[in-house]
C-alpha cells in the first residue's frame, strides 16, 4: 500500500509482538510519555509451544521494573513453584540442582495472558490484537508497517518481538537466516496421571538417542505435566528424525520412564516449533529505526533451550534504547548499535558458554556420566549449580 494512503493513527513506537519480549518492553515503557502499539496476530490466551519453565532470571528482570508485577504473576493459574531440577545422565545416574531464585512453570496459555494483563493495567500501550504484519518498510521520516487486513500503521520506530519466524527480522536483517548450528528443533505434550513426578522438581533426561538436547518433564500444576524433547536441527535432518515419534518411543522405553508413562493420559496433540539460539557469532540487531528481541534476535541459551528470560531482558534494554533515540532524536543505524552493545555485554557471556557447554557435553555422553558422578559429591554441587548455570 503506498505511504501516502495510511489513514489509521500513528504511534511513537510499535512493538510487534505480544509474547514476553513485547510485554516486557511495553512494561519497560511505562512512563515514558512514549505512544507505544503493541500488535499481536493472536488474540489472548494463546497458547505457544514451549516447556513453560519460567526462568528466575525472568521474574527478577521484571521485578526490578516493578515488584508487583511479579505478585501478579505468581497468582497466575495453574502454576507449579519449582525449586529444584533433577538431571538424568545416559547412564542412569541422576543428581539434583537446587535454584536460589524463587519461580515457577506455567502453561504458556496462562503466562503470556497474565503478562499482557499487566501492560493492560499498567501502561497506557495501545493493544491490538489479531494485527499479523505482513510487511515492514522503513524510510528515513518512519516506518510503516502493512497489516494481512490491509491496513497500515505508521511509527517512528518498530521493535520486532515477533518471535522465532520474525517478519521484522526477515524483512530488514542483511542476514536473515541463521546457521543451522545455532537452531534447535522441539515439540511438546501435555500429560497427566504420570507416575513418580514431585511437584516442585523440573526433570531432564539426557540419552545417547538425542545428544546436543534433551528430555524433559515439567509439572505445571493442575495435575498436568509438560513433556518434551528438543535437538540440533543438524542433527534432525542429518539422522531424518522424527521427533514427535521418538518422543513417544522414548516415553515408552526409557528406563527412568517407561513405568511412570504406563498410565498416563496424552492430552492433546504432540507439537513442535523451532528454537533459535544464542552463542555464536552474534547477528546485528538493529539497524534504522528498528530493534529485534528475543527469539526475533536469537537469543534462546544453547545449553538448556531456555529463552523467555532472555526474551525479557532484551525487551528492557530495548525499551532503554527507545527512550535514548526519543531522547536524542536520533534513529540512525549508528545510534542504534547502542542496543546491539548492551546485548553484547549483558547477555553476551552467558550464551557464549552455553554453547561452548553445549557443544562439549553434547557430543561426549561419557562426559555428561561423569559430570553426574562428580556432581553427587557433596563439595562439587556448587561446582555443578554454577556450570549449568
Ligand atoms: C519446544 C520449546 C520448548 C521451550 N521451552 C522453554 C522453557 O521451558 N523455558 C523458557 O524460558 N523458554 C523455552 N523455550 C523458548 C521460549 O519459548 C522462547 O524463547 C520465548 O517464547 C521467546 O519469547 P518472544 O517474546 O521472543 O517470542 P514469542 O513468545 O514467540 O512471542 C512472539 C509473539 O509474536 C507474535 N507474532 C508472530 N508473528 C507475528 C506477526 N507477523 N504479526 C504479529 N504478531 C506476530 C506471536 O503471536 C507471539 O505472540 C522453548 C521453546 C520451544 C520451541
Redesign the pocket.
Known amino acids: 500500500m503506498p505511504t501516502s494512503t495510511i489513514t489509521s493513527p500513528d504511534y511513537d513506537v510499535a512493538l510487534?509482538?505480544?509474547?514476553?519480549?513485547?510485554t516486557a518492553c511495553a512494561l519497560a515503557l511505562r512512563g515514558s510519555g512514549l505512544r507505544v502499539a503493541l500488535?499481536?496476530?493472536?488474540t489472548f490466551p494463546?497458547d505457544?509451544?514451549?516447556?513453560?519453565?519460567?526462568?528466575g532470571h525472568?521474574l527478577k528482570a521484571l521485578a526490578q521494573l516493578d515488584p508487583a508485577y511479579v505478585a501478579a504473576l505468581w497468582r497466575t493459574e495453574p502454576l507449579d513453584a519449582v525449586r529444584r531440577s533433577r538431571l538424568v545422565a545416559p547412564g542412569g545416574g541422576s543428581f539434583y540442582l537446587h535454584w536460589k531464585l524463587p519461580t515457577f512453570n506455567s502453561p504458556?496459555l496462562a503466562f503470556?495472558a497474565a503478562l499482557l494483563a499487566l501492560v493492560r493495567q499498567h501502561t497506557a500501550t495501545a493493544v491490538l490484537e489479531g494485527?499479523?504484519?505482513?510487511h515492514v518498510e522503513i524510510t528515513a521520516a518512519g516506518v510503516h508497517l502493512h497489516l494481512a487486513d490491509g491496513q497500515a500503521i505508521r511509527a517512528g520506530l518498530v521493535v520486532g518481538?515477533?518471535?522465532?519466524?520474525?517478519?521484522v527480522g526477515r524483512r530488514l536483517l542483511p542476514e536473515p537466516r541463521l546457521a543451522r548450528a545455532h537452531h534447535s528443533a522441539?515439540?511438546?505434550a501435555y500429560f497427566e496421571n504420570v507416575a513418580g513426578a514431585e511437584s516442585g522438581t523440573t526433570e531432564f533426561f539426557f540419552s545417547r538417542s538425542h545428544l546436543a538436547g534433551y528430555l524433559?518433564l515439567?509439572p505445571v500444576g493442575a495435575g498436568r505435566y509438560n513433556v518434551?524433547l528438543?535437538m540440533l536441527s543438524e542433527l534432525v535432518s542429518q539422522h531424518k528424525i522424527d521427533l514427535k515419534k521418538l518422543l513417544l518411543e522414548q516415553l515408552a522405553t526409557h528406563p527412568g520412564l517407561a513405568s511412570r508413562f504406563r498410565e498416563a493420559r496424552q492430552l492433546g496433540p504432540i507439537q513442535?516449533?523451532?528454537?533459535p539460539m544464542g552463542g555464536g557469532r552474534q547477528r546485528p540487531a538493529s539497524g534504522m529505526r528498528f530493534m529485534l528481541?528475543?527469539?526475533?534476535a536469537s537469543?534462546?541459551d544453547p545449553l538448556q533451550?531456555?529463552?523467555?528470560?532472555?526474551?525479557i531482558r532484551s525487551?528492557i534494554l530495548a525499551a532503554g534504547q527507545v527512550r535514548a533515540c526519543f531522547e536524542r532524536q536520533d534513529f540512525s543505524a549508528d545510534f542504534m548499535r547502542g542496543y546491539d552493545e548492551q546485548l553484547r555485554q549483558q547477555l553476551g557471556p552467558q550464551l557464549a558458554h552455553s554453547y561452548r557447554l553445549q557443544r562439549l557435553l553434547g557430543t561426549r555422553p561419557w562426559l555428561m556420566n561423569l559430570g553426574t558422578r562428580l556432581a553427587r559429591l557433596p563439595g562439587l554441587r556448587g561446582w555443578a549449580q554454577r556450570l549449568v548455570g
Open positions: 510487534v509482538g505480544a509474547g514476553p519480549a513485547g500488535l499481536d496476530k493472536s494463546r505457544k509451544v514451549c516447556g513453560d519453565a519460567i526462568p525472568a504458556r503470556d494485527a499479523t504484519l505482513k518481538c515477533d518471535g522465532a519466524n520474525s517478519v522441539g515439540v511438546r524433559w515439567f518434551g528438543g513442535g516449533f523451532g528454537l528481541c528475543g527469539d526475533a537469543l534462546i533451550g531456555h529463552g523467555i528470560d532472555l526474551a525487551g
